[in-house]
């Protein structure tokens, strides 16, 4: 029954504590110290890492469910290895929205996939009062059987013109154009557009109600607005795709894809060029720095910022190379989604970082399972190699919690390093 006024998110972690634990109070006869104590708030978020397990693991079923040559225990391994990821599973242990943000997330994503998109738009809903930001995750779904459709059409197209040149899943600068016209022709047409109206009537429903909402509450926040004021921050997306390949280094830091790299730079010179022009003015023009970044020294991206990015101001454009790596890396792996669901998925990546000014790890979580979701197995040897490297992360970070305390100056709380 009390708000604090620097919370910034709608009170689904509250009203679904509320739910829980309520009931467990009443039928246990607990009293109110125990119902509203720490360790039981907290209990809430290992509820959901748990089905987090388990919705990832039926993601990896349904998403790879034509590879008849992967096995139960590699999807198992997989949904564990994704489990403890890092930056989700630390949270899992306190009071944050995270883990509950991610569990109707990828439920709505699941629903979504078996065509129960009513159920789908629901769940996006409760998603939604968990963070504001998952209304992009329910356009995603859309997107997702507006992806499917236009594939099909696509591939209807092909079949037309007996153009065997044109790929529906990768090819050159021309085929993209080619396929872009497409796209505009097919939108454009209104028997098209009933058709997609009738098959995502819940999520335009639910999309439509986050714009009353922001209309009504003048903007996306609740809580202190100072502090999360929206712009266009596109280095956002280079950070993510840094993130990305330190997390994914098994998957997309291999020799094989960096020979691979060099050789398409080697027959796009232009094309590179071009990338690494925009890029560096992407950075030069649209880098915030957020004040939070450069006071709060119990977070690691306090030392990523201090020990990177301030060297020297030619070192965020020196890393330009890095990130043109890493984003040619990113899309190889996705070479198996359909071009369509590949712009889907990246429209939907850039509006979930692009406004957020604060450098922050915790939103990249989402948009980073979604991502690792959708590429190929590795072989057993890489996929162990990935859940050892995310066990030692985790393994350093609750040391580094538990054990380096310290003090701030001007306050006697013990402060602790965190994500």
Not at 82 to 88: E, I, N, R, S, W
Not at 126 to 136: K, P
Not at 222 to 250: I, K
Request: aromatic residues 20%; charged residues 15%; glycine residues 4%.
């Amino acid at each position: 029954l009390q708000w604090d006024p620097m919370i910034t998110t709608l009170p689904g972690l509250y009203l679904l504590s509320v739910g829980v634990v309520k009931p467990a109070a009443w039928l246990l006869g607990w009293t109110g110290s125990v119902v509203c104590s720490v360790g039981m708030l907290r209990f809430i978020n290992l509820l959901f890492s748990a089905g987090n397990f388990y919705l990832l693991y039926l993601l990896l079923f349904k998403i790879h469910q034509k590879n008849k040559a992967l096995s139960g225990f590699q999807r198992i391994l997989s949904a564990l290895t994704l489990a403890v990821f890092p930056t989700l599973y630390f949270f899992t242990f306190l009071y944050y929205t995270d883990p509950g943000s991610v569990f109707f997330t990828l439920f709505s994503y699941l629903m979504c996939l078996y065509g129960n998109h009513k159920t789908s738009a629901l769940l996006g809903f409760c998603g939604f009062m968990f963070r504001q930001t998952n209304i992009v995750w329910t356009v995603f779904c859309a997107g997702n059987v507006v992806a499917e459709k236009l594939n099909e059409a696509w591939k209807i197209e092909l079949q037309k013109k007996k153009d065997e040149k044109i790929s529906s899943r990768k090819g050159s600068f021309s085929d993209l154009t080619r396929i872009l016209r497409f796209l505009v022709e097919y939108l454009l047409s209104p028997k098209n557009l009933v058709k997609l109206v009738a098959l995502t009537w819940p999520y335009i429903i639910l999309v439509s109600l986050f714009f009353v909402f922001v209309f009504i509450n003048g903007g996306i926040v609740v809580g202190d607005r100072s502090s999360h004021e929206a712009c266009l921050h596109f280095p956002q997306l280079f950070y993510f795709l840094s993130f990305t390949v330190f997390f994914s280094f098994p998957h997309l830091l291999t020799p094989t894809k960096i020979r691979k790299f060099l050789l398409s730079l080697r027959k796009y010179p232009v094309q590179y060029s071009l990338v690494t022009v925009i890029s560096l003015f992407l950075i030069w023009k649209f880098t915030y720095v957020h004040k939070y970044l450069l006071a709060d020294n119990r977070h690691y991206t306090f030392y990523v910022w201090r020990k990177v990015f301030q060297r020297h101001e030619l070192v965020k454009y020196l890393l330009v190379p890095f990130y043109i790596f890493a984003g040619w890396s990113f899309a190889d792996t996705l070479k198996s989604k359909s071009i369509f669901w590949i712009l889907m998925y990246f429209v939907c990546l850039l509006a979930v970082t692009v406004p957020q000014k604060l450098l922050e790890f915790r939103y990249f979580i989402l948009p980073f399972l979604i991502y690792r979701l959708n590429i190929p197995f590795l072989s057993l040897y890489r996929q162990f190699l990935e859940l050892a490297f995310y066990i030692l992360v985790n393994a350093v970070t609750f040391y580094l919690f538990l054990n380096r305390t310290f003090q701030w100056e001007n306050s006697d709380e013990v402060q602790r390093f965190m994500w």
